[in-house]
């Protein structure tokens, strides 16, 4: 498998952080057919050939802040910091235009909207509570009062499958459709490895001891800013333990379970056990990985 089959990731612009080091070579390329990727709030815009729609900075709010997304065909592209208040939170309408969305497309909104998102919800400083500002393009928020720089953040994330004796351990949480079940994740803490986060999650979620935790693929997930981190380990001891405040359910399935899941799941259905998660998940790439590797 390559990155590129992987959503949200593959994207063509080139980051060029020469530039967002320097004043003078952002100001040159916003005055020369610069694109702003053009958003409603955090949504993407559309168009009928079902590509994102791209216009100039002229489209841009007059007080608006805008992000140097990076350069392509030698452009300027950039994307504009919602106004306060006109963010809203992931819908199902959002889920279906991704999902009309080109590879390419949908790691450029991706990153995109994980920026401005990070922007609209960083115009105080942490610190001392100071009006922030943007700066090197974006990359940077600087506040006034203090002079505190602030970063935008990835979170990390740890998915994971278990394995025993040739079974997967998956789980569902209460949002998920009826019969769905996926990779057991969650956050890494301060002052915990990838492995330990993982150990940590599975022990939590379901009861059980893992070892040989090993790292197999990753995927960026802009809602709003995470770094979906997957793994693969070993349990000895296939007892489960919910814990009902994550999940509703977790339980063992067998090869031949997930390889039927995962053929429906490609056509958009469910299996015989279970619905298996989407193409756009990195816990769909995770099954495939594990059923391919035999
Ligand atoms: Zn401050």
Redesign the pocket.
């Known amino acids: 498998m390559t990155a590129a089959t992987i959503a949200f990731s593959g994207s063509r612009i080139d980051r060029a952080d020469h530039i967002r080091q320097s004043p003078e070579l952002l100001a040159g390329l916003m005055s020369h057919r610069a694109r702003l990727l053009l958003l409603e709030g955090l949504d993407p815009v559309i168009g009928e050939d079902g590509a994102l729609t791209w216009g100039s900075l002229a489209d841009a709010a007059p007080d608006a802040e805008l992000v140097f997304l990076g350069l392509s065909d030698e452009r300027g592209c950039f994307a504009q910091v919602p106004a306060a208040g006109s963010v809203a939170p992931p819908n199902p309408r959002l889920w279906q235009a991704l999902a009309s969305l080109a590879a390419e497309d949908l790691a450029t909104y991706g990153g995109a909207r994980s920026m401005v998102d990070w922007h609209a919800r960083h115009r105080f ?1 942490a ?2 509570g ?1 009006a922030t500002s943007l700066a090197k393009g974006g990359w940077q928020r600087n ?1 006034g ?2 002079k ?1 720089e602030h970063f935008p953040r990835v979170d990390p994330v740890t998915i994971m499958l278990v394995e025993h004796q040739g079974n997967i351990l998956l789980g569902r949480q209460p949002r998920f459709p009826a019969g769905n079940y996926s990779a057991l994740a969650g956050f890494v803490e301060p002052g915990e490895t990838i492995e330990e986060a993982v150990a940590r999650e599975v022990f939590e979620e379901a009861g059980v001891r893992v070892r040989d935790v090993s790292y197999v693929m990753c995927q960026p997930w802009p809602f709003p800013s995470s770094l979906m981190i997957g793994c693969h380990a070993y349990a000895d001891d296939p007892a489960v333990t919910i814990d009902k405040n994550e999940l509703d359910d977790a339980c063992w399935f067998t090869r031949a379970q997930v390889e039927d899941a995962m053929r429906a799941a490609q056509a958009g259905g469910k299996g015989e056990a279970f619905g298996a998660p989407p193409p756009f998940a990195v816990a769909h790439h995770l099954l495939n990985w594990w059923v391919r590797r035999g």
């Open positions: 400083c610190r001392c100071g506040c009062a203090c505190a």
